[in-house]
Every structure is written in structure tokens, then in C-alpha cells.
């Protein structure tokens, strides 16, 4: 079967698509499937173009991507998506690195076909494309987690996203189809135009609002938004501590501006707002996520697809910054 796998060094021009053995039948606890889609992720882009060391060596290579969609083979062709972190089933936070994540620690979903424990996966949301059922896997959850499991979302509550991205698009189509308030910031009209489609309330482009944290205010009578869905990292949390309201939660889900830099405690603590670092969510957590999905109009949100072949393509077009919600892979 074919496969694309991340060769040392490891770079864009290091990823090559190859030939590999089929890894046959399931044996006890396990299952085959047959993958046809997977969709790109910020940690994706980090481990292919180098940036972030894999967790556990290359070696003679590694198959990159963490999202799979697919079916069960010699089963009941079940539609299934895979898990970020197979290991963490269910409960509190369990897991402190990506030793055990496909695509990084152990070889991903960029291939043809994977046996696996079927723990590693959860059913698909009903009526989802393959595309559209991979974006669950790590954009879906993270909003989902932000948003409800961790932060209880409540129709009425203000929530504001940073940025046109997968986790923020899913953020914004959740907490409208629950009935909150959504205040969406970019750096490009067009794209704020489309996220005002999507049911953004209120639009800002901080590129020509620099103060947008003031402009949040502004639109919510100085009060501020009820939950932050912060990507930016160092770069924006100080303006995200500025706009969320006193008591507020903050959720840390990227460091798109950096991974180091200066956290002013005394206004988090003054605002008395709770800023709480998350990736994605266990088992259990993407269980309840796909059953809210089944019962809801919602469909994810997706830029471009690309054949298995451009999967390097692809990573070129994320970082180029042009792409509003996911970029996909069709395997």
C-alpha cells in the first residue's frame, strides 16, 4: 500500500510518498482501517517542517498526520476517526507530551490502510464526509473541550475567537449552534466576511483595530467576552487578558506568536480570569463531541483538499496563512 513518510532530516522536501507493507489482518482488540481522509493541524505543520523535533526519534522515517478518517474492514464498515493521544481514554488531563501521538511519537494516518486497537478510534459523526469527519479529530475536540467541557458554555455567554483557523471556525460554529454571542478577529475583511456568514455577531480586524481588546469591550459595554479562544500565544494573550471579562476563562490553545514571552499575572490576576492550557481531549471527551454532532446542523468547514501525493503541497498552502477553517488530505 502507498503511505508518505517523513524522512530525516525532517523537512517539506523530506517528505516522500513509498510504498510500504499491508499491515494484514486484526488481531484481538483490534481493528482495519481503511483510511480515506486526514486534515492538517498546527502541531502536523510543526513535526513535517522540522520546527518541532518528533518525540521519539525518526529513525528510518515516520508517517506524519494525526487525524484519520476511514472505515472498518471485516467489520460492519463503520465510519471511524482516530484519537490525538490513543493513550488517554478518559478522565482529567493524562498526557504531558506527544510520545504516543500519531504522526509524531509513532507513525500517523498518511497511508492507505492502519490495524490498530479500535480504542484508537471513536465513531464518526453521522453524515459526515471522510474530510469533514477528520476535522473532528483535533480542530473539533480542542473547541469542544474549550468551550463546553472545560469552560460550560451557556446560551447568552460572549465568546471571542482569535483568528480564521480550524479550532476558531469550530469554535464559532459551535457556540452559535448553542446559542451564544461571537465576536471573531482577522487580519482579512474577506475572511471576517465569511465568518459573518457563518453567524459571527461581531467582526474586528486587527490589523486596522490594533487595540482590539478595546474594540471587545466596546461591543459588550465595557463588560468583555465570557470566554477567550486564544492561538496567538505571547503575541495576543495580553490583549486576550484585556478582553475577557473579570472572572473570565481563557483558553491557551496555540503559540502561533511563539512559544516563550511575558504573562502580566498581576492583570490576570486583578481580572481574576482563568487561564487554562488544553490539547484536544481523551476518548471519552470525543465520544460526547460526536453525539453533540449527530444532533446538530453543523458542518465543518473546509478550504481545500488534496490528493495523498501533495500532502507537502498541502503544509505549503497552511503556512502561506491563506486558508479559512481546515485544509484536508484524500487519501
Known amino acids: 500500500m502507498k503511505a508518505i513518510r517523513l524522512c530525516p532530516p525532517g523537512n517539506l522536501d523530506a517528505l516522500r510518498m513509498e510504498e510500504m507493507a499491508d499491515p494484514g489482518d486484526p488481531g484481538p ?54 484519537l490525538i493521544f490513543p493513550q488517554w481514554q478518559d478522565g482529567g488531563a493524562a498526557v504531558a507530551s506527544f510520545s504516543g501521538t500519531p504522526g509524531d511519537g509513532i507513525d500517523g494516518y498518511a497511508r492507505d490502510a492502519v490495524v490498530a486497537p479500535a480504542t484508537w478510534f471513536t465513531r464518526a459523526p453521522r453524515g459526515y464526509s471522510h474530510a469533514e469527519a477528520a476535522t473532528v479529530v483535533v480542530a473539533g475536540l480542542t473547541a469542544w473541550r474549550a468551550l463546553v467541557i472545560e469552560g460550560g458554555l451557556k446560551p447568552g455567554d460572549v465568546v471571542l475567537t482569535l483568528g480564521t483557523g480550524g479550532v476558531s471556525i469550530f469554535a464559532l460554529q459551535l457556540a452559535k449552534a448553542m446559542g451564544a454571542r461571537v465576536i471573531v478577529t482577522s487580519s482579512s475583511d474577506a475572511k471576517l466576511e465569511r465568518a459573518r456568514a457563518l453567524g459571527a455577531d461581531d467582526t474586528i480586524n486587527y490589523r486596522t483595530t490594533e487595540q482590539w481588546s478595546a474594540a471587545v469591550l466596546d461591543l459588550t459595554g465595557g463588560r468583555g467576552a465570557d470566554h477567550v479562544v486564544e492561538i496567538g500565544g505571547p503575541g495576543t494573550l495580553s490583549q486576550s487578558m484585556e478582553a475577557c471579562r473579570i472572572g473570565g476563562r481563557i483558553a491557551m490553545i496555540g503559540i502561533l506568536t511563539g512559544a516563550k514571552g511575558e504573562v502580566r499575572t498581576g492583570l490576570l490576576i486583578g481580572r481574576q480570569q482563568r487561564l487554562q492550557a488544553l490539547l484536544a481531549g481523551s476518548r471519552k471527551h470525543q465520544q460526547d463531541l460526536v453525539r453533540a454532532l449527530d444532533g446538530l446542523s453543523l458542518r465543518p468547514v473546509i478550504d481545500r483538499t488534496f490528493p495523498l501525493a501533495l500532502t507537502a503541497d498541502a503544509f505549503r498552502y497552511e503556512m502561506s496563512g491563506q486558508h479559512f477553517g481546515k485544509i484536508c488530505l484524500e487519501i
Open 29 to 82: 482488540g483490534e481493528i482495519r482501517v481503511r483510511l480515506h481522509a486526514s486534515s492538517l493541524n498546527f502541531h502536523d505543520l510543526l513535526v513535517v517542517s522540522g520546527r518541532m523535533a518528533t518525540a521519539t526519534p525518526l529513525g528510518e522515517g515516520r508517517i506524519p498526520m494525526s487525524d484519520g478518517a476511514g472505515v472498518t474492514e471485516f467489520a460492519m464498515s463503520d465510519a471511524v476517526i482516530s
